[in-house]
């Protein structure tokens, strides 16, 4: 285990997550709770949850490292002391991490990471006047991270650089998968997409085109089939011969329209098609289009395999 600690603020779900990452990647973590209720049951959820990730052979964690390695406090100063990196992990009111944020920053140094695990509220706004704007931004994480790598780094405009990428060393060294996002905006990426589909979601069920778990049905055996080791634009550019700008040609048009119709007008102009196939070629030449439609098909065999022999067991 290192020296390095980890400070996280709230000890729900979230904060229990960030926890197991934290100690996974081999550091000392102590969790603010101010709870009684939560902090009795702060340590038990973290062994647990970390014995599923060792059986699972995703950890090697034992409950005897995370008893010696892990604290729980409803001191503020005392979770703060020798702090790295702060992960705020507290419910989604914008002057609730304010106050908390203020606090905060009347004990920890300027090279301390303050990290918000905030959804959708940004940290120029979290943040703001607490004297801490040049050294937070958000951490947003799927749910749960130590299952779901991907996090959201967000910084705001005034947030040091070096701090910035300390961050993403950090958060990468714990197994996760940061990504930078350049441009500060409710929802950043991940819930700005999910929240495309859920929008479109109740549109068709509101219109009585489809039900609710038909939908569902649709996402889970179709887009969700792929999407499990294909992004959107990596779909798009091995299901048509000729890769996206093909796929623009045959299919933009028809998904304006469809935009058009819920009063989102944002054609795919052919700038914005040809900045995203350049991204595209750099990781998948077009001749090696047949060979990643096989990979592609092997992967759904081996998800098929997979889901079948999990329904099995249910």
């Not at 014995?51 to 100063?77: D, F, I, K, N, W």
């Not at 947030?159 to 993403?168: C, D, G, H, P, Y």
């Not at 990468?172 to 859920?198: D, M």
């Amino acid at each position: 285990m290192s020296n390095t600690k980890m400070a996280i603020f709230g000890g729900g779900s979230i904060g229990i997550a960030f926890a197991v990452v934290f100690l996974r990647g081999g550091n000392d973590v102590a969790i603010y709770e101010p709870s009684a209720e939560r902090r009795s049951l702060i340590l038990d959820e973290v062994c647990a949850r970390a014995e599923q990730l060792s059986a699972a052979g995703l950890a090697s964690l034992t409950e005897e490292q995370v008893q010696v390695h892990l604290s729980v406090s409803e001191e503020l100063s005392e979770v703060l002391r020798g702090a790295d990196l702060v992960q705020e992990c507290i419910p989604e009111q914008l002057e609730l991490k304010r106050d908390l944020f203020r606090q905060i920053a009347e004990h920890v140094d300027q090279d301390v990471i303050v990290a918000s695990s905030s959804s959708a509220i940004t940290a120029s706004k979290s943040m703001e006047d607490t004297g801490l704007i040049e050294q937070g931004l958000v951490a947003h994480p799927g749910n749960p991270p130590y299952l779901l790598p991907v996090i959201e780094i967000v910084p705001t405009p005034k947030t040091n650089k070096t701090l910035v990428e300390r961050a993403i060393e950090i958060y990468a060294s714990c197994g996760l998968e940061p990504v930078l996002i350049k441009v500060e905006q409710e929802g950043f990426v991940f819930n700005r997409l999910q929240g495309a589909l859920l929008r479109e979601a109740y549109a068709l069920v509101r219109d009585g085109v489809i039900g609710a778990n038909d939908l569902d049905k649709v996402v889970r055996d179709g887009l969700g089939r792929r999407w499990a080791f294909m992004g959107p634009f990596e779909v798009a550019d091995v299901n048509t011969r000729g890769g996206i700008v093909k796929h623009a040609e045959r299919l933009g048009p028809a998904y304006l329209r469809m935009g058009q119709e819920r009063g989102q007008n944002d054609p795919w102009e052919p700038d914005l098609v040809s900045r995203v196939e350049a991204e595209r070629r750099e990781v998948m030449p077009l001749d090696k289009w047949e060979e990643r439609v096989a990979w592609r098909d092997s992967a759904l065999l081996e998800l098929e395999k997979l889901k079948q022999t999990l329904e099995g067991k249910g």
